[in-house]
């Protein structure tokens, strides 16, 4: 018999002892069984479910509903949100008017990186932004996401160690698994006509492109932040505002070296 996965949350309205245990007995008598649970944001409870049909959801649905302790927000089929939120007991926060854009801080790195993993999981062709000042640990996200959807990454331009520029790749590496990293405030700036042919030609690969301060990278491109699937924004707290003024453009642009392949 073929199983479903779901996602139900609620938010508690009266946490009284046993709310937990009451309702986990009531999955149990329909047959739903619980795969993961976890507290999520403001007195809200989250848990993955597996049921056989899906009358037991319906069933569930209209019990639910006439408790007066808990208010369910939640009842559908998982997306990755949910997942992530189940995971790490709180929701990815994307902008108001833009939904593709999803905001993180310095301290949800962890939350961040299995974001990311996950989109690297999926095949295609995909185009990711990363914002964020300088040393706030937007390279080190996207490496770390790398290992662990067990990719392998490519910097084409970055200035994690000394700044570095490709303008070839060899040949196992224009794998479609392989997650390709472009700084874009490196590539505009310091980059030659054969760099960017070879950026031209990894963006036409179905494969995963992750570029870092796209802002600058469509300034000097035929690209557009329309073209990027994602944009993600990172900060080290949730006032710090990411700007690219001169004086910024100059200490993004601070390094120990120039190295060229």
């Not at 390709?180 to 070879?198: C, M, N, P, Q």
């Not at 570029?211 to 710090?240: A, M, S, W």
Request: proline share 2%; with cysteine.
């Amino acid at each position: 018999m073929e199983k479903t996965e779901w996602y139900l949350e609620y938010e508690i309205q009266h946490n009284r002892p046993g709310l937990l245990g009451d309702i986990s007995s009531l999955l149990g008598m329909l047959s739903i069984n619980i795969i993961t649970i976890n507290g999520v944001e403001n007195f809200r409870r989250g848990m993955l479910l597996v049921s056989h049909k899906d009358a037991q959801i319906t069933r569930l649905k209209s019990i639910l509903n006439t408790m007066d302790t808990i208010n369910v927000t939640k009842l559908r089929k998982p997306k990755l949100r949910d997942r992530l939120a189940v995971r790490h007991g709180r929701y990815i926060h994307s902008d108001v008017d833009d939904k593709k854009t999803f905001r993180f801080v310095r301290n949800e790195l962890g939350l961040l990186v299995d974001f990311m993993a996950e989109l690297y999981k999926k095949d295609g062709h995909k185009l990711i932004g990363v914002r964020g000042m300088p040393r706030v640990g937007k390279t080190e996200s996207i490496v770390a996401a790398s290992v662990c959807a067990n990719k392998r990454w490519l910097f084409v331009s970055s200035t994690l160690l000394k700044q570095t520029v490709r303008n070839q790749l060899i040949q196992d590496e224009y794998s479609d698994n392989n997650i390709f990293i472009i700084d874009g405030v490196v590539s505009t700036r310091r980059a030659s006509e054969k760099h960017w042919e070879l950026i031209r030609e990894i963006m036409r690969l179905p494969a995963t492109k992750v570029v870092e301060h796209p802002d600058i990278f469509v300034e000097q491109t035929g690209y557009k932040l329309d073209d990027f699937d994602y944009i993600i924004e990172l900060r080290n707290n949730e006032e710090e505002e990411i700007r690219y003024d001169p004086i910024n453009k100059a200490k993004f642009e601070q390094d120990d070296g120039f190295f060229g392949i």
